[in-house]
C-alpha cells in the first residue's frame, strides 16, 4: 500500500494520462495483479552502486540483486543450484560457478548475506541481511571500500523515501534518551 497521498497519487495519474494518452494500463507492472514480484528498498539502485564500489574489479550486486529477488519474506535463499543462480547473476561459461561463489564469498564477508554449508557445499543457505544493517556496519568499522560520499546520498535518500531503518544497526547497543 503506497503512503503517498491521494492528492499526489491523482495527481501523478492525471500527468500520466496527459503525457501519455495512448498508454495501455495492461503495458504497466501492477505488483497486485501478477504474481512474480518481490519488494525492494526503493534506496536499492544506490546500494548496488555501494556493493560494486566495495568489491571492486569483482562486483558483486548482481549476484545481490539475483538473491533478494529469490527471497520471499523470510529472506532465505536455497542456494543448491549454484549453476542457475550464477546464470541468473549474469555469469556463463566454463567459470561462472566459480564466479559466482567468489561474488558470494564478497558479499557473505562484507555483511550483506549469512551463508550456511549443506549438501550443496560451502555455500548450500543463505539469508538475505538487511542492506541498510550491513551499510551501517560497515561505516561503523570504517570500510576502506565505502565511499561516504555515496553513503551520505543513501542517508539522503532514505530520508525522502521514509526508511527509517538507515543508519541504524539493531545489535548496537540501546541509547536511553
Known amino acids: 500500500?503506497?503512503?503517498?497521498?491521494?492528492?499526489?497519487?491523482?495527481?501523478?495519474?492525471?500527468?500520466?494520462?496527459?503525457l501519455w494518452s495512448d498508454?495501455?494500463?495492461?503495458?504497466?507492472?501492477?505488483?497486485?495483479?501478477?504474481?512474480g514480484f518481490v519488494t525492494i528498498p526503493r534506496t536499492m539502485p544506490l546500494i548496488m552502486s555501494i556493493i560494486d564500489d566495495l568489491t571492486k574489479g569483482t562486483p558483486a550486486s548482481s549476484t545481490y540483486l539475483d538473491l533478494w529477488c529469490r527471497t520471499y519474506p523470510e529472506m532465505y535463499v536455497s542456494l543448491s543450484e549454484q549453476t542457475k543462480l550464477a546464470?541468473?547473476?549474469?555469469?556463463?561459461?566454463?567459470?561462472?560457478?566459480?564466479?559466482?561463489?567468489?561474488?558470494?564469498?564478497?558479499?557473505?564477508?562484507?555483511?550483506?548475506?549469512?551463508?550456511?554449508?549443506?549438501m550443496a557445499g560451502e555455500f548450500s543457505h543463505a539469508v538475505v541481511i538487511n542492506p541498510h544493517?550491513?551499510?551501517?556496519?560497515?561505516?561503523?568499522?570504517?570500510h576502506p571500500g565505502l565511499l561516504m560520499s555515496k553513503y551520505n546520498a543513501l542517508l539522503e535518500r532514505a530520508g525522502e523515501v521514509g526508511a527509517p531503518d538507515v543508519d541504524q544497526d539493531p545489535k548496537a547497543p540501546k541509547t536511553i534518551a
Not at 544493517?133 to 570504517?142: M, P
Open 1 to 18: 500500500m503506497s503512503k503517498r497521498p491521494k492528492k499526489y497519487i491523482d495527481k501523478a495519474l492525471a500527468l500520466r494520462a496527459r
Open 23 to 35: 498508454l495501455i494500463e495492461d503495458e504497466l507492472w501492477f505488483h497486485k495483479k501478477y504474481d
Open 87 to 118: 546464470y541468473g547473476s549474469g555469469f556463463t561459461g566454463q567459470r561462472a560457478r566459480r564466479t559466482w561463489q567468489e561474488r558470494i564469498r564478497l558479499l557473505s564477508e562484507l555483511g550483506f548475506i549469512r551463508t550456511a554449508e549443506g
Open 133 to 142: 544493517v550491513a551499510l551501517k556496519r560497515l561505516k561503523d568499522q570504517k
